[in-house]
């Protein structure tokens, strides 16, 4: 079989396993949509009051925070994998919590991902704000929270753009749940360790399939956000 | 008895550059105010002071005889509104936009539905309530902005240089909203122009300021048939080089 015939014969087995409903499949995916989609929902809602804030108030430091958010943001998953790891082991700090192999350790590990990438495009997005607008909302008596809300909603499409980045780099990662996860069978395998795993394995066409359903759901997610900013986008004639 | 507003020796600089040299000015309740001049010489600045946007290097402002010293900026800010030169809307309704000031002082929704309806009603916006402020021409965006300051009956009003670059329509329909408000409300009011007309349109007393001091201070007749200063009468037949 040539090389093309097989990647052909190996997508088109994958399209059946995809369609026949394969439980160990459906099982994969939703614990890897799981993991991802609360990392970010939690990295968003910590990232972003935080880079609110960083952003908004002048502080000694204020420029060594930023860069290091922004170093962050490029986290190799694997040191993030290590670190945790260590934390929940069982000699770690943190090892009586038992963690160690469990989706929410997982969660853990992709949250620490996701957290400096929802902070730091929070700074820059609300950095640029049109600065006009927070002194029309001083000299219009706005309360803190609610100056916080309304330059909040003119950051929106910035705040989208965290969030389909931050959710990107969950799915897509690979290094810290396997180290945190283990890739147990049933249990803490996600669709980035099983396309590792099964090709390993010599089993091409689940590797495969798990692949085509990776790109879906990332595929289907940015749609999803970018329809959304789309929506939230008015054409600016002042 | 004290004024309404005073200003007592304000000075401010930015680096060497003497804004406002120990300017002394009092504003009398339901007083409305053009301060004109040429451009830079501190009219803006000294709005911006009023409205605790900025603190000045020495002096101090007192409103309805209580001194700045004493009061908190966001407590001043609450009483006054104010227009900026370039209007920013917010990405929201135009009702939402006016609304918003009530919110901020916590005004129940029919009282607060019933507010910015009049006022839009006012400034000729009732028919753009629910389109999104960011679509409006630079004129309605103003109206917006001023309806915005008007909205929650400021004890103290000030405009930066509302009209500038403006067509004669939305001109036309923020004075008219000025005058209304001064006269029915007696909502003090301080325009800063560049537009002398506009002052003798619609303007009971005119500032004369000219590199950080005031030159003139009188009623708009006196102003302009009797200036006290011979720079004021040069300012006014537009003789004045700067």
């Known amino acids: 079989m040539g090389g093309f015939e097989f990647l052909i014969d190996g997508f088109l087995k994958a399209l059946q396993l995809i369609s026949s409903g394969d439980p160990l499949i459906a099982t994969i995916t939703l614990l890897s949509l799981r993991v991802s989609v609360t990392a970010t929902l939690l990295g968003a809602i910590f990232g972003i009051p935080t880079g609110f804030l960083i952003a908004r108030k002048d502080f000694i430091g204020k420029s060594m925070i930023t860069t290091v958010v922004n170093t962050a943001m490029g986290l190799p998953p694997v040191v993030v994998g290590l670190v945790i790891y260590l934390m929940l082991s069982s000699f770690g700090p943190l090892g009586f919590l038992k963690l160690l192999y469990t989706p929410e350790a997982m969660i853990i590990a992709q949250t620490v991902l996701t957290f400096p990438i929802a902070c730091g495009i929070t700074i820059s997005v609300v950095m640029s704000l049109n600065p006009k607008l927070k002194e029309t909302l001083v000299s219009l008596g706005a309360p803190g929270i609610w100056e916080a809300l309304i330059l909040l909603n003119e950051s929106r499409l910035g705040l989208i753009t965290a969030i389909i980045t931050a959710f990107g780099g969950a799915i897509s990662e690979v290094g810290a749940i396997m180290m945190v996860g283990g890739n147990l069978g049933g249990f803490t395998q996600a669709l980035t360790t099983s396309i590792m795993l099964y090709t390993n394995m010599g089993d091409f066409d689940t590797a495969i399939a798990l692949g085509i359903i990776l790109l879906m759901i990332a595929f289907g997610v940015n749609l999803f956000l970018t329809l959304l900013q789309s929506r939230s986008k008015i054409k600016r004639t002042v | ?242």
């Open chain 2, 1 to 242: 008895m004290a004024s309404y507003l005073e200003l007592d020796g304000i000075s401010k600089k930015y680096g060497d550059k003497a804004i406002l040299r120990k300017l002394n000015a009092a504003f009398d309740e339901g007083d409305l105010v053009a301060i004109v001049g040429p451009s830079g010489v501190g009219k803006t600045t000294l709005l911006r002071i009023i409205d605790r946007l900025e603190e000045p290097d020495s002096g101090e402002v007192s409103f309805r005889g209580e001194p700045y010293s004493r009061l908190s900026a966001k407590a001043v800010q609450k009483r006054i509104g104010m227009v900026f030169q370039n209007p920013v809307v917010f990405n929201a309704s135009v009702f939402n936009n006016v609304a918003y000031s009530l919110r901020f002082r916590g005004v129940a929704s029919e009282e607060l539905k019933n507010r910015v309806l009049s006022i839009l009603r006012l400034l000729k916006l009732d028919s753009l309530s629910e389109r999104s402020a960011l679509t409006l021409s630079g004129g309605e965006a103003q109206r917006v902005s001023l309806a915005r300051a008007m909205v929650y009956s400021p004890e103290l009003l000030l405009l930066d240089e509302p009209t500038a670059n403006l067509d004669p329509h939305n001109v036309s329909i923020i004075e008219d909203a000025l005058m209304e408000c001064n006269r029915e409300n007696r909502t003090t009011t301080i325009i800063v122009t560049h537009n002398i007309f506009q002052a003798k349109r619609i303007a009971k007393k005119v500032a004369f300021l000219l590199d950080g001091e005031l030159i003139d201070y009188s009623a708009v007749e006196e102003f302009f048939s009797s200036p006290k200063d011979p720079r004021t009468t040069s300012f006014i037949k537009g003789d004045m080089v700067y």
